[in-house]
């Protein structure tokens, strides 16, 4: 994964905002709210935002990052050329610019796939796909601070400054993802859409009468290392989502998607490097010590770390929804939600004629079954999402390699812990073996985080907050944020 | 609605008719002169329309009109003579409805028509028809209008309910004439203008005799008639004259109407100009946006108050809601009829608020007198067309709307209200006149004066759930009632704003279009008409209902169906299980 942030560029401060156009109205929106959606001239947009911004912040300041800080240095989007959405600076967190851009407009576009596919892209929501639209825009837009207020007390335990402003980064952008869905609703779902833009702040993760909507996104992320899993796998999922949505004939969406996907790598690169430099640093200490149990040393063993993978993988493989959909084939058909890569697959894009198997198990074994390729579309994307999970495994593992060390992390069987699909309801262990209820129980903990593996990793997660220090469990990177050094001090309170 | 019409014709016949070509474009402009199948006489207190098809005036080619069946073009001339009778005629007090053909009084709807038709034209024509016959009922109830049946012949399917519909019938006792519903012996389908609602609802004839009578194709004829309560009375030919007379005097004796020297008002034809997809009247105007499938039908208000009745009179068809009240009926038959695809209609009105409500206030001061309460009358019974109407209709509710009393109940015709919250912000700067924020005014007339088939307002209809509601709707009579408040109240859906306004009704519309209109017919019909039931509201949610779906039956409108089998010799091959 390879992100702006990993290949720095020249200079702290590039581009411009765009001048703003149109009447101006009594609030700065162009200053305060960076876009490229002449917020300025649309009257109706900003009343929309009139209301609902003051909601947000209100949001942050009671579900955001709990630890105080003065400034952080981050990354604020200002424009969507190549140079303005990359703009790092110094920023107390409130006054963070939470932006709307959209990608540049392909004025030529055309629904690539489904009923419409050849018709011009949709500039307006089509009256017929206004609520299956509405549900697919709030179902990603709920994930979004989801993720901010599991992770809002993380801040305090920070094993490094880097760390720390990582987080915050990765929060912040979480919020603009939510900003970004919010101008969809409000810009093109009318009231309805206010609506639901309300709603998204009013549920909460966890909050057992308002939880968020997906399971995944009410688990507590209670440690770093699960951070680093969650911001591997599950944003990984979103990423995913993302570029589903991409393709869609709704323009406007698939352009916000579009912008939001070069900022989800950045959480990519985030998680890929986070669970990359705690192996680094258990592989070192299990070669230094000769053993694997290297929690006295200050280490996460190697079999903790596998454990986290595999909850973590299992639970984000659930966000997929069932392998067989009709769900997934009306979208498509539709035109609402491609493929992962649509426009460079080699078919008809209509799928009608194609089938696909799907894997499922019957008599106790596991076995596969022809569906209609059009309802197979979840497990289509779930394989895309599976294959580049592994890609991050081999990283981890060069770690392992390069240490000498012979022990190797995996990707569990598809159908290990599953709550949803076709492995629901079954037992199957890391390795894809189908085991009966008592088995499953006698060795779930060592497929699972424990109780008490989770209370050790908690123990390790002693704050470090003095620029340049880092905690023992994990390894400092190899270069700073937009070239600065590692020990630069990104946060300041 | 059937008829007996030319078995002999069996032979000729081929089974399956082919479908017309191309439906012609059907207008409902005629006038007693140009009657081709009925005449229309008066004679002091009694008006006498005779009926006596042209066989080869059918208003779509390709079948013969014999043995007195008609078609849509034969109702809309009863239409047609129907209204004139209460505007042009006020001294009528009584209608007498008889044949010009030696035995045979009416042989129903003509069943190669019906065999030839798309189920679209069988659906419309009954529905044309059913209301035609619901307007002599409401002519007794409201105008104090009579009608007597004079059956000079057999009267068969819808012959025979022609005569259900008038107060009494008089049957003449010829040793063969004889009343039926042959449809479902001979014909696999209902008798679907009413016959068996009215023959157990409105005559009460014994439901295990009705059932004999339903299934006996040749009907029931003499005293025995008169002894089930088929008919009112059986008189020998010879004597048929004078106790058809002797009965309409009776009849007129009791009427309120006015009597001579009241002073009629001519209908006058109407003035139509078509533009494309526009069509203007004086006080309504129809846009169709074909892309959309929406037609925008306009009702303007009323630019002045008549000072008196006389000046009303005086003004003769032109007065305003006479002349919007035609034109709105003729919009909404044409649509019905002539534009299909057009599947939802919204309905707005424009004009002076106040103005719109001195127009009641008028109204209401004179509702006693004739040619006031007919009008009335005539605005009550096209809003209901609306109710029965087969499309979505949204009212929009917006700044420059007239929606008072009277007008207002096209609103709540309407399957959704929408109401401009605000006013247009941007009127001054885009050059149009900036108006103040619409308003709803409720008066008498949606508290009572223009009920639903049900006999219920559509206030009692909309808040069924809730005396609470229904109460303060009412009690809000006379207020100008801005978006927030109508909403408070339940009398609107939804308010969106200036901002919110274009894209809110474009959605909905879009929506709309994207449903099944099979489903959308149906769950409107559903919703529309709650609470309880009248002999009018099961003619259209009963007996309708089940004839729609007879009609796409196999066993009624397949090769081998009845209806298609009807004259050809075969007999119909029906799929013997019961659904």
Same mark, same amino acid.
């Given at each position: 994964m390879t992100t702006?942030?990993?290949?720095?560029?020249?200079?702290?401060?590039?581009?411009?905002a765009p001048r703003p156009t149109g009447p101006l109205s009594k609030i700065d929106y162009s200053e305060r709210i960076p876009n490229n959606v002449n917020l300025a001239g649309d009257r109706k947009l900003q009343r929309a935002l009139e209301s609902w911004q003051p909601k947000f912040l209100d949001w942050w300041k009671n579900l955001g990052p709990s630890i105080p800080t003065h400034d952080v240095y981050l990354r604020t989007a200002i424009a969507v050329g190549r140079d303005g959405w990359a703009h790092f600076d110094r920023v107390p967190m409130e006054e963070y610019r939470w932006g709307i851009f959209l990608a540049e407009r392909d004025p030529d576009r055309t629904v690539a796939f489904g009923h419409h596919k050849g018709e011009p892209a949709w500039q307006e929501?089509?009256?017929?796909?206004?609520?299956?639209?509405?549900?697919?825009?709030?179902?990603?837009?709920?994930?979004?601070?989801?993720?901010?207020?599991?992770q809002r007390h993380l801040g305090m335990t920070a094993p490094s400054l880097y760390d720390m402003r990582n987080l915050f980064q990765v929060n912040v952008e979480e919020g603009r993802h939510l900003w970004a869905m919010v101008y969809l609703l409000q810009a093109y779902f009318g009231k309805d859409g206010r609506e639901e833009a309300e709603e998204l702040l009013k549920r909460n993760s966890g909050d057992y009468d308002s939880p968020r909507i997906l399971g995944a996104f009410n688990e507590e992320t209670t440690d770093w290392l699960s951070f680093f899993m969650f911001t591997y796998f599950t944003d990984r999922d979103g990423k995913y989502q993302l570029g589903t949505l991409k393709e869609s004939g709704f323009d406007p969406l698939a352009r916000t998607c579009e912008f939001m996907l070069k900022e989800e790598a950045h959480h990519m690169f985030v998680g890929t490097t986070g669970v990359q430099r705690t192996v680094q640093r258990t592989a070192q200490l299990m070669k230094e010590h000769g053993t694997d149990d290297i929690w006295e040393y200050g280490g996460i063993p190697l079999?903790?770390?596998?454990?986290?993978?595999?909850?973590?993988?299992?639970?984000?493989?659930?966000?997929?929804?069932?392998?067989?959909?009709?769900n997934a084939a009306s979208y498509y058909t539709a035109g609402l939600k491609g493929r992962w890569m649509e426009t460079r697959r080699k078919d008809d894009h209509l799928l009608t004629d194609y089938t696909m198997e799907v894997p499922g198990i019957e008599s106790g074994r596991m076995t596969t079954r022809t569906v209609p390729m059009l309802n197979a579309l979840n497990l289509d994307l779930r394989n895309e999402y599976s294959a580049d999970c592994e890609n991050g495994v081999k990283r981890w593992n060069q770690e392992l390699e390069e240490a000498g060390l012979e022990q190797r992390l995996f990707l569990p069987h598809q159908g290990f812990n599953r709550k949803v699909g076709a492995f629901a309801g079954h037992h199957v262990t890391p390795t894809g073996e189908i085991v009966d209820e008592a088995t499953w129980e006698r060795s779930v903990g060592e497929y699972l985080p424990t109780a008490e593996d989770r209370a050790r990793v908690a123990e390790l997660m002693v704050p470090h907050h003095e620029p340049g220090e880092f905690a023992g469990w994990i390894s400092p990177p190899s270069v700073g944020i937009n070239s600065l050094p590692v020990e630069y001090d990104y946060v300041r309170f | 609605m059937t008829t007996l019409e030319d078995r002999s014709a069996a032979t000729e016949g081929p089974g399956p008719v082919a479908e017309p070509a191309a439906t012609p474009e059907v207008s409902f402009d005629t006038s007693p002169e140009a009657y081709r199948h009925w005449t229309l006489s008066v004679d002091g207190e009694?008006?006498?329309?005779?009926?006596?098809?042209?066989?080869?005036?059918?208003?779509?080619?390709?079948?013969?009109?014999?043995?007195?069946?008609?078609?849509?073009?034969?109702?809309?001339?009863?239409?047609?003579?129907?209204?004139?009778?209460?505007?042009?005629?006020?001294?009528?007090?009584?209608?007498?409805?008889?044949?010009?053909?030696e035995r045979m009084f009416c042989a129903g709807a003509n069943i190669k028509m019906l065999a030839a038709s798309p189920h679209s034209w069988k659906v419309n024509?009954?529905?044309?028809?059913?209301?035609?016959?619901?307007?002599?009922?409401?002519?007794?109830?409201?105008?104090?209008?009579?009608? #007597? $049946?004079? +059956?000079?012949? !057999?009267? /068969?399917? &819808?012959?025979?309910?022609?005569?259900?519909?008038?107060?009494?019938? %008089?049957?003449?006792?010829?040793?063969?004439?004889?009343?039926?519903?042959?449809?479902?012996?001979?014909?696999?389908?209902?008798?679907?203008?009413?016959?068996?609602?009215?023959?157990?609802?409105?005559?009460?004839?014994?439901?295990? #005799? $009705?059932? +004999?009578?339903? !299934?006996? /194709?040749? &009907?029931?004829?003499?005293?025995?008639?008169?002894?089930?309560?088929? %008919?009112?009375?059986?008189?020998?030919?010879?004597?048929?004259p004078q106790e058809v007379a002797r009965r309409a005097a009776e009849l007129a004796a009791r009427s309120t109407r006015p009597g001579a020297g009241a002073g009629g008002v001519a209908l006058t034809p109407l003035r139509r100009e078509t533009d494309g997809d526009t069509t203007r009247y004086e006080h309504v105007r129809v846009v169709l946006d074909r892309n959309s499938g929406t037609a925008t039908i306009t009702v303007l208000g009323p630019a002045a108050v008549p000072g008196t009745v006389e000046e009303l009179q005086e003004q003769g068809d032109a007065a305003w809601l006479l002349a919007a009240t035609r034109e709105l009926d003729d919009a909404v038959l044409r649509l019905r009829t002539n534009e299909l695809a057009i599947g939802t209609w919204l309905l707005r009105t424009e004009g002076d608020v106040a103005t719109t409500a001195a127009y009641d206030e008028f109204l209401l001061a004179n509702r006693g007198h004739w040619l006031v309460n007919e009008t009335i009358g005539f605005y009550r019974r096209t809003v209901k067309r609306l109710d029965t109407t087969s499309r979505s209709l949204f009212a929009l509710i917006e700044p420059g709307s007239c929606f008072v009393g009277a007008l207002a109940e096209i609103a709540f015709a309407a399957d959704r209200q929408f109401m401009l919250e605000g006013i247009w912000e941007d009127a001054a700067e885009e050059g149009r006149e900036a108006l103040p924020p619409a308003v709803i005014r409720l008066d008498e007339f949606n508290t009572g004066l223009?009920?639903?088939?049900?006999?219920?307002?559509?206030?009692?209809?909309?808040?069924?759930?809730?005396?609470?509601?229904?109460?303060?709707?009412?009690?809000?009579?006379?207020?100008?009632?801005?978006?927030?408040?109508?909403?408070?109240?339940?009398?609107?859906?939804?308010?969106?704003?200036?901002?919110?306004?274009?894209?809110e009704i474009r959605l909905v519309v879009e929506e709309r279009a994207s449903f099944s209109p099979d489903a959308l017919t149906g769950m409107e019909a559903n919703l529309r008409f709650a609470g309880r039931e009248t002999p009018e509201t099961k003619v259209f949610g009963r007996l309708t209902a089940w004839q729609n779906w007879i009609f796409q039956r196999p066993n009624a409108a397949g090769p081998e169906g009845a209806l298609r089998r009807y004259g050809t010799g075969k007999r119909a091959d029906y799929d013997r299980k019961r659904v």
């Open positions: 702006t942030e990993s290949t720095p560029q020249s200079g702290t401060v590039t581009g411009d929501v089509p009256g017929e796909y206004r609520s299956d639209l509405r549900r697919l825009i709030v179902i990603q837009g709920d994930t979004e601070p989801a993720s901010v207020e599991q079999s903790v770390i596998q454990k986290y993978l595999n909850f973590q993988y299992s639970v984000s493989m659930d966000l997929f929804g069932s392998e067989v959909s009709s | 009694v008006a006498t329309l005779t009926l006596d098809v042209a066989e080869d005036g059918g208003i779509v080619p390709g079948y013969e009109l014999k043995m007195n069946s008609y078609d849509l073009g034969v109702d809309i001339e009863l239409h047609d003579a129907v209204q004139r009778i209460r505007f042009e005629h006020p001294e009528v007090k009584a209608v007498v409805v008889t044949s010009a053909k024509f009954c529905k044309f028809t059913n209301e035609t016959r619901n307007g002599f009922e409401d002519a007794s109830a409201h105008s104090g209008l009579p009608f #007597l $049946a004079a +059956v000079n012949g !057999t009267a /068969a399917g &819808g012959g025979y309910e022609l005569a259900l519909a008038c107060d009494q019938i %008089v049957l003449v006792d010829d040793n063969s004439s004889a009343v039926s519903l042959p449809e479902v012996p001979l014909l696999g389908v209902l008798p679907g203008t009413g016959g068996l609602t009215r023959v157990v609802d409105k005559r009460g004839v014994r439901r295990d #005799l $009705a059932d +004999v009578f339903s !299934t006996t /194709a040749e &009907g029931i004829r003499g005293e025995r008639a008169v002894q089930w309560r088929l %008919v009112d009375a059986s008189v020998k030919a010879r004597d048929f223009l009920p639903m088939s049900n006999d219920l307002t559509r206030l009692q209809v909309r808040f069924l759930g809730s005396a609470a509601e229904l109460a303060a709707a009412e009690a809000a009579v006379g207020r100008d009632l801005l978006a927030a408040d109508a909403a408070e109240l339940g009398l609107v859906t939804s308010t969106p704003d200036d901002i919110d306004w274009e894209d």
